[in-house]
């Protein structure tokens, strides 16, 4: 968005502009480093924070938000100014950024006050920004959509209905995910052989049982997945600019199900994921593609097993191989026996490298519905796990419930002309 469409320029406007700016990118620098110091550093040796005090008493006045600041402002000049700060706080690994980003947004609320004074011509702000908003695109969802510097967008109604039924009523038939004999076999040949791949069935060439949990490995959750992609050849494909698959019958053909169903349905959310995270007319290589059934099952029936199933609670935090990912659930919470929870959970990576922990009082809690989830990418501190689940089912030993995603990862490769 071009500034000039807001104002007519005359000198003092662009002596006030210089002075804001200063004050806001020396007020970040200084800050930081005063907060920094002040942290490694004695009590009595603490350096002043005379400066910053004034400066964040210079903005109590100013409001929470404005009409620009929502909007129009933020798309170029918030996404310039706050890669510099990423790229300090990343570079130096300061554990303080949501404060240097609150005063960010101050600083900008008082950007956007300073941009809706009247212009020189008397328009009024309104005017302006109506006619800015037809001469130049309107971006503000592009800023609405970066969590910790990667995208993440939600996304509804991914696959087309009779596509994603068929899939679910295929997919129905296996059962082997609520056998716990089978279950607490694999958790003990996982120890011996690492080997937790079960039978191909009638749809699926390889799906297997994976054990997962933040804490123990005997307080595992059960994931019970089919592989869609060849771990030693990974899927690649080319997208057009509508971010359609090129040879989309020999992209299938790679596929491992034999379910034409399936084969549409990893296609329809491959094609998803390439426009929303703007792929479209390049090259997806690496592509991955899971479908995850968890189970869950009343506690009663854990007794006797060499583990303790948790029921999707205490799953690892982490950030995907891949540039970008998609994820979708493919039910309904309650398919069988309702539960509650079991979307998914989004934070900032902390400085506890080589451990993915989130930074304390950054978790959001994204919840799911059938046929929507999100698309992300994994380029910055954005890491994700799945939320807790609370089952419902207590009152019946038999009961059990189901959460069922499609998980989407590629790296995107710009097409070769």
Same mark, same amino acid.
């Given at each position: 968005?071009?500034?000039?469409?807001?104002?007519?320029?005359?000198?003092?406007?662009?002596?006030?502009?210089?002075?804001?700016?200063?004050?806001?990118? #020396?007020?970040?620098?200084?800050?930081?480093?005063?907060?920094?110091?002040?942290?490694?550093?004695?009590? #009595?040796?603490?350096?002043?924070?005379?400066?910053?005090?004034?400066?964040?008493?210079?903005?109590?006045?100013?409001?929470?938000?404005?009409?620009?600041?929502?909007?129009?402002?933020?798309?170029?000049?918030?996404?310039?100014?706050?890669?510099?700060?990423?790229?300090?706080?990343?570079?130096?690994?300061?554990?303080?950024?949501?404060?240097?980003?609150?005063?960010?947004?101050?600083?900008?609320?008082?950007?956007?006050?300073?941009?809706?004074?009247?212009?020189?011509?008397?328009?009024?702000?309104?005017?302006?920004?109506?006619?800015?908003?037809?001469?130049?695109?309107?971006?503000?969802?592009?800023?609405?959509?970066?969590?910790?510097?990667?995208?993440?967008?939600?996304?509804?109604?991914?696959?087309?209905?009779?596509?994603?039924?068929?899939?679910?009523?295929?997919?129905?038939?296996?059962?082997?995910?609520?056998?716990?004999?089978?279950?607490?076999?694999?958790?003990?040949?996982?120890?011996?052989?690492?080997?937790?791949?079960?039978?191909?069935? %009638?749809?699926? %060439?390889?799906?297997?049982?994976?054990?997962?949990?933040?804490?123990?490995?005997?307080?595992?959750?059960?994931?019970?997945?089919?592989?869609?992609?060849?771990? #030693?050849?990974?899927?690649? *494909?080319?997208?057009?600019?509508?971010?359609?698959?090129?040879?989309?019958?020999?992209?299938?053909?790679?596929?491992?199900?034999?379910?034409?169903?399936?084969?549409?349905? *990893?296609?329809?959310?491959?094609?998803?994921?390439?426009?929303?995270?703007?792929?479209? #007319?390049?090259?997806?290589?690496?592509?991955?593609?899971?479908?995850?059934?968890?189970?869950?099952?009343?506690?009663?029936?854990?007794?006797?097993?060499?583990?303790?199933?948790?029921?999707?609670?205490?799953?690892?935090?982490?950030?995907?191989?891949?540039?970008?990912?998609?994820?979708?659930?493919?039910?309904?919470?309650? *398919?069988?026996?309702?539960?509650?929870?079991?979307?998914?959970?989004?934070?900032?990576?902390?400085?506890?490298?080589?451990?993915?922990?989130?930074?304390?009082?950054?978790?959001?809690?994204?919840?799911?519905?059938?046929?929507?989830?999100?698309?992300?990418?994994?380029?910055?501190?954005?890491?994700?796990?799945?939320? %807790?689940?609370?089952?419902?089912?207590?009152?019946?030993?038999?009961?059990?419930?189901?959460?069922?995603?499609?998980?989407?990862?590629?790296?995107?490769?710009?097409?070769?002309?």
């Amino acid at each position: 968005m071009g500034i000039s469409a807001q104002k007519i320029w005359q000198q003092h406007h662009i002596k006030d502009l210089m002075s804001l700016l200063q004050m806001g990118t #020396g007020h970040l620098f200084y800050h930081s480093m005063n907060s920094h110091l002040a942290r490694s550093s004695s009590a #009595g040796s603490a350096p002043s924070t005379q400066q910053s005090d004034s400066f964040k008493n210079s903005l109590n006045s100013v409001p929470e938000s404005t009409e620009l600041s929502n909007g129009l402002v933020k798309p170029g000049f918030l996404s310039a100014s706050t890669d510099t700060s990423k790229e300090v706080i990343k570079a130096d690994k300061w554990s303080f950024h949501k404060e240097l980003y609150n005063l960010h947004e101050k600083f900008l609320n008082r950007f956007a006050l300073f941009m809706l004074e009247p212009s020189a011509d008397g328009a009024s702000p309104s005017k302006k920004i109506r006619q800015d908003q037809t001469r130049y695109p309107r971006q503000s969802a592009v800023d609405k959509n970066i969590k910790y510097g990667d995208k993440f967008i939600q996304v509804k109604d991914v696959f087309d209905e009779g596509v994603l039924e068929k899939v679910n009523r295929e997919i129905d038939k296996d059962r082997r995910l609520f056998d716990l004999d089978l279950i607490n076999e694999v958790f003990n040949r996982i120890d011996t052989s690492c080997k937790n791949q079960i039978p191909k069935n %009638d749809i699926f %060439d390889c799906p297997y049982i994976r054990f997962e949990s933040s804490k123990r490995h005997e307080d595992s959750n059960i994931v019970y997945s089919y592989l869609l992609h060849d771990v #030693g050849k990974y899927l690649v *494909c080319q997208v057009d600019e509508d971010g359609k698959i090129k040879a989309k019958e020999a992209f299938k053909r790679n596929l491992l199900t034999r379910s034409e169903a399936v084969k549409e349905l *990893c296609c329809q959310a491959l094609e998803k994921m390439a426009v929303l995270l703007d792929w479209s #007319g390049n090259e997806v290589d690496r592509i991955k593609i899971f479908i995850n059934r968890y189970p869950l099952f009343n506690p009663v029936r854990f007794k006797g097993l060499s583990f303790t199933p948790q029921n999707i609670k205490n799953m690892h935090w982490h950030r995907d191989q891949n540039e970008g990912s998609l994820v979708v659930q493919l039910n309904e919470h309650d *398919c069988e026996t309702e539960y509650s929870g079991g979307g998914l959970e989004i934070a900032q990576c902390s400085d506890s490298y080589p451990f993915i922990i989130p930074l304390e009082g950054t978790e959001e809690k994204k919840p799911y519905k059938k046929n929507g989830g999100y698309a992300f990418t994994n380029d910055m501190s954005l890491i994700h796990r799945s939320q %807790d689940i609370e089952f419902k089912g207590i009152n019946d030993e038999k009961e059990v419930a189901e959460k069922r995603i499609i998980v989407v990862m590629g790296n995107k490769r710009k097409a070769a002309k």
